[in-house]
């Protein structure tokens, strides 16, 4: 009962109505010495006891002395693992996914656009892309589109202007009035242009420009995300399908004519792919980037003089290690863009696989 009545002033009070009951009460019992020294005692024990309570309030309010030999906690690790391999993947998966399935696609493909010699088809596809993008842009800042419909509107702009120009190129053909060099030449120049006058006029979208002109680490949203891979997918399918048919007529389209071979069909099938891959490619990643993984593994893998189902292999293994292997340059080793770190990697791979291929010979 003392200890829970700590305060000063009860017992103060507590032990003054004691001296005031326990005289009469000792008195009344035996009037001699030994009712005051039961009153000493009990005082005397009150006063150890409040002694005893207020050094152990003094020890429990002193803090707990330092160990001699201890020594301060090292800083969490966390800090160091905020840019380790599994965080990098787990935050950022959506871009290295998309360059992954794009390089795979696009390197395939540019076997064909080096055997064939047809580079420029490449570069041109990427401007007429970035160009379709820069004017779906144009428009949903004009017309005030949101949401879903504003997202697809670009990407759809690039493939359909894509698409154009891989008609206009199988339709012209090799006509000695306009050859296919020169359609080249303007689909390439002349959207580079228009480019560089529309884009100032989208100022709310600005960095979505340079985005598709230079490429982005975060900026691929999952509707591209999906698109590449489907596309990705459908343009694997039908390589695989038809992958005599394709190389026979890229080969030699005269040979194949005369064999029954619908060089035409084939070649709509194959400028049609590269196209739809260009303009969302190009919507996810970047102009620069496009172009890379188009042309440098099929030109690297070519050098090796081998079998052409392993040249193909080859090829489409080294663009996605480009385009993966580049964004994670761009996160570890370098301050470069993305874009041009994807590029880098691709013409280093390149400079390799032309190298093995002088060595094997």
Not at 86 to 107: C, D, E
Request: aromatic content about 6%; glycine content about 10%.
């Amino acid at each position: 009962m003392v200890r829970s009545l700590r305060s000063p002033s009860i017992i103060l009070v507590l032990v003054t109505m004691g001296l005031w009951v326990t005289p009469g009460i000792v008195a009344a019992e035996s009037p001699g010495e030994p009712g005051s020294e039961s009153i000493d005692s009990t005082l005397k024990e009150l006063e150890q006891e409040l002694d005893h309570e207020d050094q152990t309030q003094e020890k429990s309010s002193d803090p707990p002395p330092a160990a001699a030999d201890s020594v301060p906690p090292e800083p969490s690790s966390a800090t160091d693992d905020s840019l380790s391999l599994p965080r990098l993947l787990s935050m950022y998966w959506q871009p290295i996914w998309t360059a992954l399935v794009a390089g795979l696609a696009l390197g395939l493909l540019g076997v064909y656009v080096v055997a064939r010699r047809i580079v420029f088809v490449s570069a041109a596809l990427s401007q007429v892309s970035a160009l379709g993008i820069t004017l779906g842009f144009l428009g949903v800042a004009l017309l005030g589109i949101q949401g879903v419909l504003a997202d697809l509107i670009p990407p759809v702009a690039a493939a359909v202007l894509a698409i154009i120009t891989v008609w206009w190129l199988v339709r012209v053909g090799e006509s000695s009035s306009f050859p296919r060099d020169s359609v080249l030449g303007v689909a390439f120049v002349i959207p580079m242009a228009l480019v560089l006058i529309v884009a100032p006029l989208i100022t709310a979208e600005m960095h979505e420009v340079e985005h598709v002109l230079h490429g982005s680490a975060v900026a691929v949203s999952m509707p591209n995300v999906i698109a590449v891979t489907v596309a990705a997918a459908l343009v694997l399918a039908v390589q695989l399908l038809g992958f005599r048919g394709f190389l026979f007529s890229s080969l030699d389209p005269d040979v194949a004519r005369t064999q029954g071979v619908p060089v035409g069909l084939l070649d709509a099938l194959l400028f049609g792919s590269i196209a739809l891959m260009t303009g969302l490619v190009t919507r996810a990643l970047g102009a620069l980037p496009t172009f890379a993984l188009t042309i440098l593994p099929g030109l690297g893998a070519i050098g090796l003089r081998i079998g052409l189902a392993k040249v193909f292999a080859i090829a489409a293994v080294a663009g996605g290690l480009s385009g993966a292997g580049g964004f994670l340059l761009s996160s570890f080793v370098t301050d470069w863009s993305v874009g041009a770190s994807q590029a880098m990697v691709a013409g280093a791979l390149c400079l390799i696989l032309r190298a093995a291929g002088r060595l094997l010979d």
